[in-house]
């Protein structure tokens, strides 16, 4: 039998190194581990146990020296480069591999390598019928196999949220801290409102609640997934990726380097390697070996229903390292199998979720998709199906589930002048007083363990602060903005929707009536059929907080 030779650079590192395991139990590979360190990777290869048909060996390479004469002389059939990092890296190793004559995949998460990667080494690829794939891994692949997955048929797509939560036991090496400090504290891509912007990795955060985990901080961090899943599945409003580090001491420093260097008071954090690899040694013990990944995603189904739908796996006994390499070996079975189409691109949407899914099956890996409808909205529930018929149609499509989850407009912003009330717009992060203000209004919808909600996230000329509402058991309206809840009155009549403030807490402790601030807000419709809002805050002995006024109309 003729053996595909199979050519795996970085095969000694943390991730290369499970790869290599997984690979050997494919029948008929000759698989070749390099290393910058002969000896080592050969004593690996002498350690892997292999199928009947398959042969492993090790070699020294050096892929940044003389690559083109290795590979004339390996003459491999595939090249898989798992050395990382891939951040600020050039394209030497698949452009090698595909002049060799080898089809070429690798692990890159880079953002800008894998941006870059088809323009770079498509003709080429095309021009020797060969495969070249790009973030093999668990982004792009595996995310965006999953949210195309929970997808499929779908009518519009709101939001993609997708998170990942190593367990802290697992083994980490000095390419993966490098890459995640290349961008902590600086400006990392993010689909929001509908279109791509900008976020602080490893700032912008948020608690989520990992399926079978544990409730944990996540923050952003730099993948391609916000920039590629946005326009490619069209979704209307938001795609995050956030990460959170199992150890709170590790997730908690990372986000002090990330404020220093947004602050401007560090630099380049490289040389602190050594030293959080050494750190790791103790902040690790508290921790398991139990990780996972979410991939959260809610829109309207192929009935025209808003549907929140996830896909969550768990690792436990330290598999979890694993998952990075899977779409991998997935890569390699699809290439092996002709199912590939020549030419080079991303990995995100080459392969299936099923087909990745099928490499995790030696592992104490688990999967499981859920979905849940989501009939009414808040307001509906609240109000009465009869009363919130007989709203006007605008605040019926802001309100009603099947409505834009983002409008814009513009506003006009009024702020009291007294320090105690300037104190408290900034805690809350209120906006500044301006006339003819760009305002956006994401509505998320969102499904949780508690219940329903929804997160109005107001954008006042890039000035954002974000409100979370819910029904409380006796279906009385709630906002809370941080430790600060109002109850609402919510009321509608002639064809208005009022919110006035009825009751209030402070870290849970009630505030007593004469402390409540006085709301005036109105919804109705304006005389050219916009959605029109004039919200006003009062504060008792300190006078106006803020008023913003203005008009909405839904987001093409």
Same mark, same amino acid.
């Given at each position: 039998? +003729?053996?595909?030779?199979?050519?795996?650079?970085?095969?000694?590192?943390?991730?290369?190194?499970?790869?290599?395991?997984?690979?050997?139990?494919?029948?008929?590979?000759?698989?070749?581990?390099?290393?910058?360190?002969?000896?080592?990777?050969?004593?690996?290869?002498?350690?892997?146990?292999?199928?009947?048909?398959?042969?492993?060996?090790?070699?020294? $390479?050096?892929?940044?020296?003389?690559?083109?004469?290795?590979?004339?002389?390996?003459? /491999?059939?595939?090249?898989?480069?798992?050395?990382? /990092? &891939?951040?600020?890296?050039?394209?030497?190793?698949?452009?090698?591999?595909?002049?060799?004559?080898?089809?070429?995949?690798?692990?890159?998460?880079?953002?800008?390598?894998?941006?870059?990667?088809?323009?770079?080494?498509?003709?080429?690829?095309?021009?020797?019928?060969?495969?070249?794939?790009?973030?093999?891994?668990?982004?792009?692949?595996?995310?965006?196999?999953?949210?195309?997955? !929970?997808?499929?048929?779908?009518?519009?797509?709101? @939001?993609?949220?997708?998170?990942? @939560?190593?367990?802290?036991?697992?083994?980490?090496?000095?390419?993966?801290?490098?890459?995640?400090?290349?961008?902590?504290?600086?400006?990392?891509?993010?689909?929001?409102?509908?279109?791509?912007?900008?976020?602080?990795?490893?700032?912008?955060?948020?608690?989520?609640?990992?399926?079978?985990?544990?409730?944990?901080?996540?923050?952003?961090?730099?993948?391609?997934?916000?920039?590629?899943?946005?326009?490619?599945?069209?979704?209307?409003?938001? %795609?995050?990726?956030?990460?959170?580090?199992?150890?709170?001491?590790?997730?908690?420093?990372?986000?002090?380097?990330?404020?220093?260097r947004q602050a401007g008071l560090v630099g380049s954090l490289d040389g602190l390697i050594p030293l959080l690899i050494l750190a790791r040694?103790? @902040?690790?013990?508290? +921790?398991?070996?139990?990780?996972?990944?979410?991939?959260?995603? +809610?829109?309207?189904?192929?009935?025209?229903?808003?549907?929140?739908?996830?896909?969550?796996?768990?690792?436990?006994?330290?598999?979890?390292?694993?998952? /990075?390499?899977?779409?991998?070996?997935?890569?390699?079975?699809?290439?092996?199998?002709?199912?590939?189409?020549?030419?080079?691109?991303?990995?995100?949407?080459?392969?299936?979720?099923?087909?990745?899914e099928a490499e995790m099956q030696p592992y104490a890996i688990v999967t499981k998709i859920e979905a849940e409808p989501d009939d009414h909205?808040?307001?509906?529930?609240? $109000?009465?199906?009869?009363?919130?018929?007989?709203?006007?149609?605008? $605040?019926?499509? &802001?309100?009603? +589930?099947?409505?834009?989850?983002?409008?814009?407009?513009?506003?006009?912003?009024?702020?009291?002048?007294? /320090?105690?009330?300037?104190?408290?717009?900034? !805690?809350?992060?209120?906006?500044?007083?301006?006339?003819?203000?760009?305002?956006? %209004?994401?509505?998320?919808?969102?499904?949780?363990?508690?219940?329903?909600?929804?997160?109005?996230?107001?954008?006042?000329?890039?000035?954002? &602060?974000?409100?979370?509402?819910?029904?409380?058991?006796?279906?009385?309206?709630?906002?809370?903005?941080?430790?600060?809840?109002?109850?609402?009155?919510?009321?509608?009549?002639?064809?208005?929707?009022?919110?006035?403030?009825?009751?209030?807490?402070?870290?849970?402790?009630? !505030?007593?009536?004469?402390?409540?601030?006085?709301?005036?807000?109105?919804?109705?419709?304006?005389?050219?059929?916009?959605?029109?809002?004039?919200?006003?805050?009062?504060?008792? !002995? &300190?006078?106006?907080?803020?008023?913003?006024?203005?008009?909405?109309?839904?987001?093409?």
């Amino acid at each position: 039998m +003729t053996r595909r030779r199979v050519l795996l650079i970085g095969g000694t590192g943390v991730f290369g190194s499970r790869l290599a395991h997984h690979l050997a139990r494919f029948d008929g590979l000759d698989l070749i581990l390099s290393s910058r360190d002969g000896a080592k990777a050969k004593a690996l290869a002498r350690t892997i146990r292999h199928a009947k048909g398959t042969q492993v060996s090790g070699i020294g $390479l050096d892929h940044r020296h003389h690559l083109a004469a290795r590979l004339a002389e390996i003459a /491999p059939w595939l090249v898989i480069d798992a050395s990382g /990092p &891939f951040q600020g890296a050039d394209y030497d190793v698949p452009r090698g591999a595909l002049e060799a004559g080898a089809h070429v995949v690798d692990l890159a998460d880079a953002r800008d390598y894998i941006l870059g990667y088809g323009a770079a080494l498509d003709e080429l690829a095309r021009s020797r019928g060969l495969v070249a794939l790009a973030g093999a891994s668990s982004t792009p692949a595996l995310s965006t196999a999953a949210a195309a997955e !929970l997808t499929r048929g779908w009518r519009r797509t709101d @939001t993609i949220d997708i998170a990942i @939560t190593p367990g802290g036991r697992s083994e980490v090496g000095a390419a993966v801290i490098a890459a995640i400090l290349t961008y902590a504290g600086r400006p990392v891509p993010v689909w929001r409102e509908g279109e791509l912007q900008e976020t602080t990795g490893w700032l912008d955060s948020r608690v989520v609640t990992m399926p079978r985990l544990r409730r944990q901080r996540v923050a952003a961090v730099e993948t391609v997934d916000a920039q590629a899943l946005g326009p490619t599945l069209g979704v209307t409003s938001r %795609v995050a990726f956030q990460a959170g580090l199992e150890s709170w001491i590790e997730q908690w420093g990372l986000m002090a380097l990330a404020r220093l260097r947004q602050a401007g008071l560090v630099g380049s954090l490289d040389g602190l390697i050594p030293l959080l690899i050494l750190a790791r040694k103790l @902040t690790r013990i508290t +921790t398991s070996d139990r990780g996972g990944m979410l991939v959260a995603a +809610t829109g309207l189904d192929d009935s025209g229903e808003l549907r929140h739908a996830r896909w969550s796996l768990v690792a436990t006994r330290d598999d979890g390292p694993q998952v /990075p390499t899977l779409a991998a070996a997935a890569a390699v079975c699809a290439i092996r199998g002709g199912l590939l189409e020549p030419g080079a691109r991303s990995a995100g949407g080459a392969l299936s979720l099923a087909q990745i899914e099928a490499e995790m099956q030696p592992y104490a890996i688990v999967t499981k998709i859920e979905a849940e409808p989501d009939d009414h909205g808040l307001f509906e529930q609240a $109000l009465g199906g009869t009363a919130f018929a007989a709203l006007p149609e605008p $605040l019926r499509a &802001f309100h009603g +589930t099947a409505g834009s989850p983002v409008w814009r407009g513009r506003a006009l912003v009024e702020n009291g002048r007294n /320090p105690i009330a300037w104190l408290i717009r900034r !805690l809350i992060g209120l906006p500044e007083a301006g006339e003819d203000v760009p305002v956006t %209004v994401s509505v998320e919808r969102v499904a949780s363990e508690t219940g329903k909600a929804e997160i109005w996230i107001r954008n006042f000329g890039g000035s954002r &602060f974000a409100s979370r509402l819910y029904l409380d058991r006796e279906n009385r309206l709630h906002e809370r903005f941080g430790p600060v809840r109002f109850r609402l009155g919510l009321a509608a009549r002639d064809g208005q929707v009022r919110l006035p403030v009825v009751a209030a807490s402070v870290l849970g402790l009630p !505030l007593h009536r004469f402390l409540l601030p006085r709301s005036e807000a109105i919804e109705e419709v304006d005389g050219e059929g916009r959605f029109r809002f004039d919200v006003k805050l009062t504060l008792p !002995l &300190f006078g106006l907080l803020v008023r913003y006024a203005g008009w909405l109309t839904p987001k093409a």
